[in-house]
């Protein structure tokens, strides 16, 4: 027997622009054809806030591929929600272009609020109810996160069980006075539907390695909550870490171009080199950048071009 699911592009929102255009956010929703399959659980995948992030895309595409390729397994709802910027993804700007702003710091927006004010209250209202969200981001230009999720204090209990099932190698659990109220992911747990925040990658580019593994994750997350019927990848045990002095930031001694030798997600010992700062012109090693203490490498710069002070890494210390 042939099997198929439904899918459907709806508008999220729709707004008309200063030039004659109108502004259009879509998402895809993929239901069973036949209803008695479908249990009323609903997920939504969302990425795209940050018009520079771009690993999401090929983790929408990659979701909604394996559910096609085996649409008798869905018993749910699984709503993709690839690009919440588009005008940010078609300008490849971080934030909307024309208005200097990121989007992820106007929510939970208002229904009668500007133009930007709008279109979050409007995406809030699409995603209310969900079972889970994903909000899908990859880090700038500038550094490279290995697969993670971020979780603040306030939502620790709701949201760890959770972030376990997503095949992520690293759970940082952030202090609530870090937490910004703004955020897509603050506004939806605060009014009851769970949301992750999954960070992986680099801006601009699409890394297929981590992006293949976090799909397995969500297919896992999935199976877990009953929306998918059928045996996953196995997911691989995170790193957790809870506490301010888990994490340590080590930054560039010298400007100039920063040269790595140490791999990403690579432990290290304390003083061990992570990569060299150099003089392009004079053809010099300007600084030696070593690691502040003992841990796993999980962020490392990627742009070259360093200023004094200019993030380098940082390290999930785990002795």
């Not at 909000?135 to 500038?142: E, G, L, Q, R």
């Not at 709701?158 to 955020?183: C, R, Y």
């Not at 990627?302 to 002070?309: H, K």
């Amino acid at each position: 027997m042939i099997h198929n699911v439904n899918t459907q592009i709806e508008e999220v929102c729709g707004v008309e622009l200063p030039i004659g255009e109108t502004l259009h956010i879509w998402k895809n929703r993929i239901t069973p054809v036949k209803a008695q399959r479908d249990n009323g659980k609903r997920i939504s995948i969302v990425t795209g806030i940050h018009g520079d992030e771009l690993e999401g895309q090929y983790i929408c595409y990659e979701v909604i591929r394996r559910i096609k390729e085996h649409p008798e397994c869905l018993t749910g709802t699984v709503d993709i929600y690839p690009a919440m910027n588009p005008l940010g993804i078609d300008s490849v700007t971080r934030g909307i272009p024309g208005f200097d702003l990121d989007m992820n710091r106007v929510f939970p927006g208002s229904e009668h609020g500007t133009m930007t004010e709008y279109i979050a209250h409007q995406i809030i209202q699409d995603l209310s109810g969900a079972d889970l969200c994903v909000d899908i981001h990859a880090s700038n230009i500038y550094l490279t996160e290995i697969p993670q999720i971020r979780i603040n204090k306030l939502h620790k209990e709701k949201l760890l069980p959770l972030a376990e099932q997503m095949n992520v190698d690293f759970i940082w659990i952030h202090g609530a006075s870090t937490v910004l109220e703004a955020t897509l992911a603050y506004s939806l747990n605060s009014t009851g539907t769970p949301t992750l925040v999954v960070e992986a990658g680099v801006g601009m580019r699409i890394t297929k390695q981590y992006c293949r593994q976090l799909a397995d994750g969500l297919f896992h997350t999935m199976q877990m909550l009953g929306i998918w019927q059928s045996e996953t990848e196995p997911v691989r045990k995170p790193y957790i870490a809870e506490t301010d002095e888990s994490v340590i930031f080590f930054n560039a001694p010298r400007s100039g171009i920063f040269i790595p030798v140490a791999n990403h997600w690579q432990k290290l010992e304390k003083g061990q080199m992570v990569g060299q700062i150099v003089d392009s012109l004079r053809g010099e090693v300007l600084a030696e950048v070593v690691t502040p203490e003992s841990g796993i490498l999980f962020t490392i710069r990627e742009y070259p071009v360093v200023d004094e002070g200019s993030l380098i890494g940082r390290l999930l210390v785990t002795a």
